[in-house]
């Protein structure tokens, strides 16, 4: 009899994957868009928040995924990255920045002089004849550096603000 049953069962389970009720793809549909609709009114940091309590690399993913979402290390400079360059080129400016871009760095190609984003006191000590552009929300070129989750993104990078000041000694 539990044979019987269990074959049945089997039988069945088999029927509905070849055609499944029309009311639980309704269903199923209906719970992806609102899930599609909850993680599109996210924010990038409320979304990394939800990721970073996932598996490790799933921020690495994520930082990854948001670099990408755009050409932000082929970014084309426009005046104001000119400008800036201009500027850290004749040693009158210091510069601090928040974007992610590389427009900065490839505006100083175009005037002759090397641009780095600097994402870390590691990477600063290691400079010799680049001029540092501080990026303290991390840069596109390493999506590691990024910073996308809330504390990190309203957490100055106190190294930035030091390595800027004793640069401006």
């Not at 928040?49 to 994520?62: G, I, Q, Y």
């Not at 641009?115 to 991390?138: C, D, F, N, R, W």
Request: charged share 35%; proline share 5%.
């Amino acid at each position: 009899k539990k044979k019987i049953e269990k074959k049945r069962k089997k039988e069945e389970k088999k029927k509905n994957e070849e055609n499944p009720d029309p009311n639980d793809k309704a269903k199923k549909d209906e719970e992806l868009k609102k899930k599609e609709d909850e993680l599109n009114k996210d924010t990038l940091e409320e979304l990394a928040s939800k990721v970073d309590s996932l598996e490790n690399d799933a921020m690495s993913r994520l930082r990854s995924l948001a670099a990408s979402a755009y050409d932000f290390a082929g970014a084309e400079p426009n005046y104001g990255h000119r400008a800036v360059a201009m500027l850290m080129r004749e040693g009158l400016v210091k510069t601090i920045s928040a974007n992610w871009d590389c427009a900065v760095e490839r505006a100083g190609l175009q005037i002759g002089v090397t641009i780095v984003g600097v994402t870390s006191v590691m990477q600063a000590q290691g400079l010799t004849t680049e001029l540092p552009l501080y990026k303290v929300h991390g840069c596109a070129k390493p999506p590691s550096t990024l910073k996308i989750t809330a504390p990190e993104v309203n957490d100055p990078q106190g190294w930035a603000c030091l390595l800027y000041t004793s640069d401006a000694a």
